[in-house]
């Protein structure tokens, strides 16, 4: 997996010159704007998985700035500002801010905002929804079934969570072509979007519907 990509959205150089140091010493991909319309820019081209993003910018007010992606992305910004009004902080949460530093600033605790942001976006992409097509089969993630196009021809396998040493094995070669097919197309759809799914926890269980 890549590592998370950072915009730093800031116009003090020395700000600049500490935060992307530290990021980056921490495994994190950076990439600085120091104005709000090259952010906007940024995130439009190439976005990023979280902003660190200060409200006093020379062209445009950072809450501007969160305003405008909030509109279009769900990504985390993290706000980190000199700002500490309580007035500032609620304005800037309320525009789709996900937290907010004030400087001066612990680097620990700007860094642990960052990993509690970021752990968010990692639990919400691991979490499965949609169908999947592969070949014969439609695996629908919401109703946690894989169902073959053919229906009247060959029954619908249903996945369930279970643990391992509860999964069972069906006789019919079918059966098991069907849950071999639902197993590569999940582990093909994981690899691709860098999901981590335990695919230790599932089983096909194929049956016959009801005449």
């Known amino acids: 997996m890549s590592a998370p990509r950072i915009l730093l959205v800031d116009d003090e150089v020395a700000i600049q010159r500490a935060v992307a140091p530290l990021l ?14 090259d952010a906007l820019r940024i995130v439009a081209s190439h976005p990023p998985d979280l902003i660190v993003l200060d409200l006093g910018l020379p062209d445009l007010e950072g809450t501007e700035v969160c305003r405008r992606v909030r509109a279009e ?10 700002r500490g009004a309580e007035a500032d902080k609620v304005q800037a949460l309320d525009l789709g801010a996900d937290d907010y530093v004030t400087k001066p600033f612990g680097p620990e605790e700007l860094l642990a905002r ?16 949609g169908r999947l097509q592969a070949g014969d089969i439609t695996i629908d993630y919401d109703r946690r079934r894989a169902l073959p196009q053919r229906v009247t021809t060959c029954a619908a396998a249903q996945i369930s969570t279970c643990t391992p040493s509860s999964t069972t094995r069906s006789g019919g070669s079918r059966k098991n072509d069907v849950a071999r097919t639902a197993l590569r197309a999940i582990r093909t759809k994981s690899r691709s979007r860098h999901v981590a799914m335990p695919l230790a926890s599932l089983t096909i269980s194929v049956s016959r519907p009801r005449k």
């Open 73 to 82: 992305s769900t990504m985390p910004i993290v706000v980190l500002s000199a």
């Open 24 to 37: 980056r010493s921490r495994g994190y991909e950076v990439e600085v704007a120091g104005t709000g319309t």
């Open 114 to 129: 960052i990993r509690v942001a970021l752990r968010r976006v990692l639990s919400e992409e691991r979490s499965e929804s």
